[in-house]
């Protein structure tokens, strides 16, 4: 059995680390630093930027793909991210999906190409982190792709993830367009 780590708290918005069969980890967050102010407005917390990346690195963070789109966030927050983890020298790149959906085929033509990349980094017990919004959705869902990458059914990782963070994987359209992934990818690997 794969083991999990979970601290999700009010200090960062990780919501899994879970490892994967043949070696790293991929790790689901809310949008480093996104917070509330009292009035309901988004806004960059540089503490909570801080403490999200911090803990993502200490579990082996080397890249993080965000699925959220800059119109859905705060002024500069990308920018303000990507310097962020260019300080930590982690890789960044803005892969995004529409809210509460599944990826298209442009995100899947990327995610293949970047699939090399990928495996080098697990390889060396690294980590992928991913992040949306919220940290539920989409994350979780491009989480469970690269556990069913390694052969995890999509049930199997689902139920792991949500061990940890229950809101993960917001919708039966997310959950049915994961378990079409899986039959796709096992056909393609006979």
Request: aromatic share 6%; net charge neutral.
């Amino acid at each position: 059995m794969l083991s999990d780590t979970s601290k999700t708290c009010e200090t960062h918005s990780v919501r899994t680390i879970s490892a994967r069969r043949g070696g790293g980890r991929v790790i689901t967050m809310g949008f480093p630093g996104l917070d509330m102010d009292p009035r309901g407005a988004p806004w960059l917390n540089p503490d909570l930027l801080d403490a999200t990346l911090n803990e993502a690195a200490n579990a082996g963070l080397r890249l993080l793909i965000v699925l959220a789109s800059r119109t859905e966030l705060p002024d500069g927050a990308m920018a303000l991210l990507r310097q962020a983890t260019e300080t930590r020298r982690l890789r960044m790149i803005a892969l995004p999906i529409e809210d509460y959906s599944v990826p298209g085929e442009a995100f899947l033509q990327a995610w293949r190409r970047l699939r090399p990349l990928f495996e080098t980094i697990f390889a060396d017990n690294g980590a992928i982190g991913l992040c949306c919004h919220h940290g539920a959705g989409r994350s979780g869902v491009a989480a469970v792709m690269c556990l069913v990458e390694t052969g995890e059914s999509p049930s199997e990782a689902v139920s792991r993830l949500r061990n940890q963070f229950p809101e993960t994987v917001e919708n039966e359209r997310q959950y049915q367009w994961l378990k079409d992934y899986a039959q796709k990818i096992d056909v393609r690997a006979r």
